[in-house]
């Protein structure tokens, strides 16, 4: 079972490119989520997509945008990369409402910004 | 909003020893509480969860204790054995239904 496949899985820009990172998830969850994660400060949301055609801010969205295209799919987008967004991002997919929260993860792209 | 806080970030456990790792968290409304794993390079795996109805819950040598009074929770695995060395998550939804917030979580090193 493939799950929550995220690419590329490698990218570097330079300071002001920009580039869309892709994310499609198998499992049939409503619900679709981008995070990034920096040396000791944990997992923090990006954006969030509650369901098809709805999509919020989490805690960190400057400088990202994102789009549900279909239920499988959510992309987040750097429209023009600084190296503060030099970090590790994490799609993630879950079913809320059935009453189980647990998010599962993609294996990340590791994005530097130079 | 929600924040979910972190008791000690590395932790080092001799092998066959028992490891127990802490999450305290902020909204007391908070019923849903899920612990995470992530390995080098990977994304993090669900472990396991306890809701708010509950204080104990088992798993495969993992259990999760959770004392609302206080607004706390730990993660407990037994007999530590050097697969178990990873990063550990604590994660809590916001209220209801909203996205996980994650502690900072703790590195856990199996000495063998």
């Known amino acids: 079972n493939a799950g929550v496949t995220q690419t590329p899985k490698f990218q570097v820009l330079k300071t002001g490119q920009s580039m869309t990172l892709q994310c499609a998830q198998d499992m049939n969850h409503n619900s679709m989520y981008w995070y990034r994660q920096d040396p000791g400060m944990g997992l923090r949301l990006i954006y969030y997509s509650a369901s098809e055609g709805t999509t919020d801010k989490g805690e960190v969205p400057n400088g990202y945008n994102v789009s549900r295209l279909n239920k499988r799919e959510f992309s987040l987008r750097l429209e023009s990369a600084a190296p503060s967004q030099t970090s590790v991002y994490f799609c993630a997919s879950s079913e809320i409402g059935r009453g189980r929260a647990e998010a599962f993860f993609g294996q990340g792209t590791r994005l530097t910004v130079v | 909003g929600e924040s979910v806080g972190l008791h000690l970030p590395t932790l080092s456990v001799q092998e066959g020893d028992n490891s127990i790792i802490n999450c305290a968290y902020s909204?007391?409304?908070?019923?849903?509480f899920i612990w995470y794993k992530q390995e080098s390079g990977k994304g993090p795996q669900f472990i396991i969860d306890i809701r708010s109805n509950m204080d104990k819950r088992q798993g495969q040598r993992v259990t999760v204790l959770l004392n609302k009074t206080v607004k706390h929770l730990s993660l407990q695995i037994a007999a530590t054995q050097p697969g178990d060395s990873a990063v550990y998550f604590c994660a809590v939804p916001f209220s209801g239904n909203t996205p996980l917030v994650f502690g900072k979580g703790t590195r856990l090193s199996v000495i063998a």
């Open positions: 909204n007391s409304a908070s019923d849903y």
